[in-house]
């Protein structure tokens, strides 16, 4: 429904505003730029699946799969494989 998801980023917007109003340090650089980095994640998965939604699918494994690949990835990189490798081996 469109006009739930208008109301939601109309929440969002105003929880921003009132942050903003009432705390010195919330439209800082540095906090901007760590709410972006810890949303990344959530807005990749998020695009991902609504192609599959869009499509008439329904893949509930999202989830796991990225938890799978979290701890594949830590793996390697805990056995020594560089980064651009343990990138490369788990996708």
Same mark, same amino acid.
């Given at each position: 429904? $469109?006009?739930? &998801?208008?109301?939601? %980023? &109309? ?8 942050? &903003? *109003?009432?705390?010195a340090?919330?439209? !800082? ?14 807005? *990749? ?7 599959v939604?869009? !499509?008439? @699918?329904i893949d =509930?494994?999202? @989830?796991? *799969?990225?938890?799978?690949? @979290?701890? %594949? $990835? ?13 990138? =490369?081996?788990?996708?």
């Amino acid at each position: 429904n $469109i006009l739930f &998801g208008l109301t939601l %980023i &109309g929440l969002l917007l105003f929880l921003w505003l009132m942050l &903003g *109003i009432f705390t010195a340090s919330f439209w !800082t650089p540095l906090n901007i730029s760590n709410l972006l980095r810890q949303g990344s994640m959530t807005a *990749i998965l998020a695009l991902g699946q609504t192609f599959v939604i869009i !499509t008439a @699918g329904i893949d =509930l494994s999202v @989830g796991a *799969i990225v938890g799978f690949a @979290g701890v %594949i $990835i830590a793996w390697l990189l805990q056995a020594g494989v560089p980064v651009w490798a343990a990138i =490369l081996l788990t996708l």
